[in-house]
């Protein structure tokens, strides 16, 4: 999933991936790494680096664009490559028995002018994988392609009884919210979307007399005045 949200933070309009039992590949018509995030994958995998250099990569890791990269990992694969046109020479960095290797030429995947992400893995459950990023990935407004089915484009809040779209500005930022009356539900729904995606979901007890859903894109906490933006939307479609 944080490979997809990667490739959106990179301007992607175009993601596809490809999941089968031995692998799972990424690829985007994004501007493709910069050279220090490059560098950054470079040291996590170089066995010489110093210490302190792998304390500084390890560290920008844990931050929202180092997640990314952190999704390589996660699935501890046997071995992996990294496909970059953005940087100079299409460099690709490849990971195998514990060694990595750096080459520089044409594309793997012809016409590729973005990042491609190939992790070899085994012991997965495809068909989990399928449905968690079908539901994920629901609400992304570009092109997502899933073993060449497209997905996305729909409605993030579905079921509802009316929705309202309305922005609302926190500390300077634009925070696109649709809020929802939802047909059955006794408490509160909010989820945080990063990129169309969720990343947080919170649940509240009724809030003023009145139960919503609601999906922010926005990847600061939650606050009074938020929560109060959300009951003023609530109480309009009550109002309907």
């Not at 040291?43 to 304390?55: A, I, S, T, W």
């Not at 952190?70 to 501890?76: D, H, R």
């Not at 408490?187 to 947080?200: A, E, K, N, V």
């Amino acid at each position: 999933m944080e490979l997809v949200r990667a490739a959106l933070r990179r301007g992607a309009k175009h993601v596809e991936i490809d999941l089968d039992g031995s692998r799972i590949q990424v690829k985007d018509d994004g501007t493709g790494m910069d050279e220090s995030n490059w560098a950054m994958l470079r040291c996590l995998v170089d066995k010489n680096r110093e210490p302190g250099e792998k304390e500084t990569a390890v560290e920008w890791l844990q931050t929202r664009e180092g997640m990314g990269m952190l999704a390589i990992f996660a699935p501890a694969p046997e071995r992996f490559a990294v496909e970059n046109a953005a940087v100079p020479g299409k460099r690709t960095i490849q990971f195998k028995d514990n060694k990595v290797s750096e080459t520089t030429g044409a594309p793997s995947v012809p016409g590729n002018t973005g990042t491609v992400v190939t992790l070899y893995c085994k012991n997965r459950d495809v068909e989990q994988e399928k449905e968690v990023l079908n539901a994920f990935c629901r609400s992304v407004p570009r092109a997502i392609w899933l073993n060449r089915v497209q997905v996305g484009g729909k409605p993030f809040l579905h079921g509802q009884m009316g929705t309202v779209n309305k922005n609302v500005r926190v500390s300077g930022e634009a925070v696109r919210c649709v809020t929802g009356i939802p047909r059955s539900r006794n408490l509160c729904h909010i989820r945080f979307l990063d990129q169309s995606i969720p990343w947080h979901h919170l649940t509240l007890p009724p809030q003023n007399g009145f139960v919503f859903d609601a999906a922010l894109e926005y990847t600061g906490e939650l606050t009074a005045g938020l929560v109060e933006f959300l009951c003023q939307n609530a109480r309009k479609l009550y109002h309907w």
